[in-house]
């Protein structure tokens, strides 16, 4: 089964670094002041009815919600069509117009509307992260990778490795209590697994299709931890939220209900849209034959997700505080848009649960 990768390490840039690759997607004019007044009831008619989703790569199961509702049709009862892209810089592309909204790391997100980037945080992707890691067979304890290299993320600046380097410092793994050399082995953890599996480092994070080969090779698995810290987010630019309010609500409505057909009946259970839902991630010519062999309630991925899209302050602080982020206020109208399509479908925006790991 393949469980979804926290790719926060995909093209993250904080600092100095993300204010030089975004500088050319910052708007020189002046953005009109706040989000637009959404009146009560039912939206208006969507302005712009064709909506281009950005996201880092393809995932059938991370980006799901769009994949379903699309199929089911919430997408068309909302009067849009939904396309889906692949964008080296998510971000970037929103900000830029070449997207219209996108899915990007939090951290990504706190740095570029830093940095002034004119894009908004509308709603929340992913509310939860799973943390997974490795040891070589002959290590019993922490103290046993002092010497050694060992992996916590895959380059450089990744805030990612500093929720790792947390995660393990809480389940009685301190790294920073031994002498070990951090290596960056490129971004994907197949790179990881590889640098694992030929005895080059002794300790790595990893993922679901990771697991065979680590197993293989007489791996410990240590750690398997579920943290309620948000994980991906929607953004929108400014400036096109502020001139498509309908059709940005009327986006969220619909995936909304997609995320709850792959969550239902909640997260933390099997899901029992589960057949239909991988019914339809073949169609779209996704090969989900190990999906479907799998009698884990983490078949698609819904644990990771809240079904109302939740994201607020304490999310957007959590995620400062845990990627060690210059601090920055969260300007909470950027889910206004986010609180009138959950209003629309009687939700809240109350956090996540605290789930068992499986």
């Known amino acids: 089964m393949r469980t979804t990768r926290n790719r926060l390490g995909i093209a993250v840039v904080g600092g100095a670094a993300a204010l030089t690759l975004l500088a050319a997607c910052a708007s020189p004019t002046p953005t009109p002041e706040g989000p ?31 994949t379903l509702a699309t199929d089911l049709g919430y997408y068309e009862d909302e009067g849009l069509t939904v396309e889906v892209i692949t964008a080296d810089n998510v971000t970037a592309a929103v900000a830029s117009g070449s997207a219209d909204i996108g899915v990007e790391s939090t951290g990504t997100v706190i740095d570029a509307i830093r940095g002034g980037v004119e894009i908004d945080l509308v709603s929340g992707h992913y509310c939860r992260q799973n943390f997974d890691f490795a040891v070589q067979s002959d290590v019993k304890s922490v103290e046993d990778l002092d010497g050694t290299s060992i992996v916590l993320a895959g380059t450089p600046g990744d805030p990612a490795e500093f929720q790792r380097a947390q995660v393990l410092k809480e389940e009685g793994w301190d790294v920073s209590s031994i002498n070990a050399e951090v290596v960056y082995p490129g971004p994907g953890s197949e790179s990881w697994t590889e640098f694992f599996v ?6 790595q994070p990893f993922y679901a299709d990771d697991r065979a080969a680590l197993e293989e090779h007489g ?29 940005l ?64 302050d304490e999310a957007w602080d959590t995620t400062i505080e845990t990627q060690k982020l210059e601090p920055l206020e969260f300007d909470d109208e950027q889910l206004v848009y986010l609180r009138k399509a959950q209003d629309l479908l009687g939700l809240d925006n109350e956090g996540p649960a605290t789930l068992t790991y499986p």
Not at 226 to 239: F, H
Not at 283 to 311: K, M
Request: net charge negative.
């Open 36 to 66: 637009v007044d959404l009146g009560d009831g039912e939206p208006g008619a969507a302005e712009d009815t064709s909506i281009t989703v950005a996201i880092p790569f393809p995932d059938i199961t991370m980006y799901s919600m769009f």
């Open 198 to 203: 030929n005895d080059k480092i002794t300790l």
């Open 219 to 247: 791996a410990n698995i240590v750690v398997e931890s579920l943290r309620n810290w948000a994980n991906d987010v929607q953004i929108a630019g400014t400036k096109w939220a502020q001139e498509n309010p309908n059709s």
């Open 249 to 312: 609500v009327r986006f969220l409505r619909a995936t909304l209900k997609g995320t709850d057909f792959m969550t239902a009946p909640a997260p933390g259970e099997f899901p029992e849209n589960a057949e239909e839902a991988l019914d339809i991630y073949e169609a779209n010519d996704f090969d989900v034959a190990e999906l479907r062999e799998s009698d884990s309630v983490w078949i698609l991925d819904g644990h990771l997700a809240c079904p109302n899209l939740y994201f607020d």
